[in-house]
């Protein structure tokens, strides 16, 4: 299972910083990473990092966004700079294994000016 925390209202400018949990599962395995989903739109991928610790970010997250995990803690951390309302959304967590999936339950991040 994935717990996601962190999500709320933030002002236009401001750091997101998400962190999802997880457990029942060997984390050291899994690829990792974190989706949004803005109203109206369909599911988007925000960044990612593999077992190996590689980051990958999408145009609209690459040079504010950083992703990590701790493989001990069987956590990891998205944090966000210079928000705006297009990242208004709910935002996922998500742990694959090739054809295994989790995703965490969601949280919603409101950017408000």
């Known amino acids: 299972q994935l717990q996601a925390s962190g999500g709320g209202s933030v002002q236009s400018g401001g750091t997101l910083r998400l962190s999802c949990a997880a457990s029942?599962?060997?984390?050291?395995?899994?690829?990792i990473g974190w989706f949004r989903q803005a109203p109206g739109k369909q599911r988007e991928m925000v960044a990612t990092?593999?077992?190996?610790?590689?980051?990958k970010y999408s145009n609209f997250a690459r040079g504010r966004a950083a992703i990590t995990r701790d493989n001990p803690a069987n956590t990891m951390v998205l944090r966000m700079t210079g928000l705006s309302s297009e990242d208004t959304g709910v935002y996922y967590c998500?742990?694959?294994?090739?054809?295994?999936?989790?995703w965490g339950q969601g949280t919603l991040v409101t950017v408000s000016s």
């Open positions: 998500n742990a694959q294994l090739q054809r295994t999936n989790y």
């Open positions: 029942g599962l060997t984390f050291d395995d899994y690829g």
């Open positions: 990092i593999n077992r190996g610790y590689d980051p």
